[in-house]
């Protein structure tokens, strides 16, 4: 495994906006994995280690898009006309012989459109009749032919390392007879929750204590980004525990990930534990809910400490941890797509600060109009359930004083961001 320099994440004391902290992660983080080749079928959400170049012409030969006539557009009479019908052509049976100049082809969606033949008039616009068929006015040359090379040219990369392969990536590999790629390893991640009130779920819940939610949005929001996770459990508040088993995870995993115990209070021992192998950094995110965040070294690996309430460590990870992830994985990290969407709300913030409100979508009330944002739920970041009942975040940006209802925002759905 490839260690990190224990100032990689160094911070300075100014807060970061949101793109200063992608740029720092871009500029300073590499892939830590090594990489191995997997079957084909099983690349989906593997990150691609090495550029695909296709080997051949895809599609490799000219072919009908639909059923129809071949023709040669220079036979083509600008009134239309007849043509004899000098043979048939159905797909992967290309045609064995030259037909003679003035004649058309019977041919079928898919079939090899034979040399000389650049265009193929839809069955539906023709009338075939004793061997002979009636063509109409007005034919384009080169309609309804497919060119070889046109999706894929050989010698070209079809897919680019660093590439998070989805379904249509499969596609287009096995289209260029690759049956299998070489991939990024999964990165390996240990995660925990930390606090004496944290319980798990199932157990007795004792006085004053909270079951950890934490703990299980986190791992299923690492599944989904193909992390190989470690389910550490739920530290209790003893610095030395807490430093004995991060410094263990460390030995074994590429990024060891916290929720609690990175502020200052005197019960949050989880940045001494961190320090006393490596070095952590508190990054001062300019966003609400997504504070603290801490990120540093721990044993040559990377620590990611995010927020104890729920909804803050959801956001921190969307905005943070998921890029560096990412980075380490091998991965190219590109800013999620924002869409404009109607407020169905107002909101006030203050300026300097970046925003994330739990929208759900609702249908515009006119055609052509953006859907509505409406608030999911109260604002608190300890309110749960208000993410589950979002499916996305309104965008507000650090110079933004808020949002009247009815102004257009930036919404920020979920699929872009959790998967």
């Not at 990369?157 to 989805?166: D, E, M, N, P, T």
């Not at 990930?257 to 990175?262: C, N, R």
């Not at 929208?359 to 009330?365: A, D, K, S, T, Y």
Request: glycine fraction near 12%; hydrophobic fraction near 45%.
């Amino acid at each position: 495994m490839t260690r990190l320099a224990d100032d990689c994440f160094a911070a300075d004391p100014v807060p970061l906006t949101v793109e200063a902290a992608l740029e720092r992660i871009r500029d300073r983080l590499q892939a830590v994995t090594g990489t191995e080749t997997v079957p084909l079928d099983a690349g989906l959400d593997r990150v691609l280690a090495e550029d695909v170049v296709s080997p051949i012409d895809v599609p490799p030969h000219d072919n009908a898009a639909v059923d129809g006539y071949a023709v040669r557009s220079a036979d083509l009479a600008p009134g239309g006309g007849e043509m004899a019908v000098a043979g048939r052509v159905a797909a992967g049976h290309p045609l064995d012989r030259t037909p003679s100049a003035g004649a058309a082809l019977r041919i079928f969606t898919g079939a090899p459109v034979p040399e000389g033949f650049d265009t193929v008039v839809m069955q539906e616009d023709c009338w075939e009749s004793d061997g002979r068929v009636r063509l109409p006015v007005g034919l384009r040359p080169g309609a309804n032919v497919r060119l070889r090379g046109e999706d894929v040219r050989r010698g070209a990369v079809s897919l680019a390392a660093g590439r998070r392969l989805g379904p249509g990536d499969l596609g287009l590999a096995a289209s260029i007879g690759r049956t299998a790629l070489t991939v990024r390893k999964r990165l390996r991640v240990a995660v925990a929750s930390t606090g004496d009130e944290v319980t798990e779920p199932g157990e007795d819940l004792r006085p004053g204590a909270v079951f950890d939610a934490n703990r299980h949005t986190v791992k299923a929001l690492l599944a989904r980004l193909g992390c190989a996770v470690t389910d550490l459990g739920i530290l209790e508040d003893d610095a030395g525990t807490i430093a004995r088993l991060l410094a263990a995870a460390a030995e074994d995993h590429d990024v060891v990930m916290t929720s609690g115990g990175v502020s200052t209070g005197e019960e949050d021992h989880v940045r001494a534990a961190v320090a006393a192998h490596g070095r952590i950094d508190a990054w001062r995110l300019s966003v609400k809910p997504g504070r603290p965040v801490a990120l540093g070294v721990i044993g040559g690996r990377a620590f990611i400490g995010l927020p104890g309430n729920p909804v803050a460590a959801v956001v921190a990870f969307v905005t943070l941890a998921r890029p560096v992830l990412l980075a380490l994985a091998g991965a190219r990290i590109a800013a999620p797509a924002r869409y404009p969407v109607t407020a169905g709300f107002s909101h006030a913030k203050k300026p300097g600060r970046r925003e994330f409100l739990r929208v759900r979508l609702e249908p515009g009330l006119e055609l052509g109009r953006p859907p509505v944002a409406v608030k999911a739920g109260p604002d608190g970041s300890g309110i749960l359930s208000a993410l589950a009942a979002a499916d996305g975040l309104i965008d507000l940006g650090e110079d933004s004083e808020g949002l009247a209802k009815g102004e257009t925002a930036a919404y920020l759905p979920f699929n872009e961001v959790m998967r």
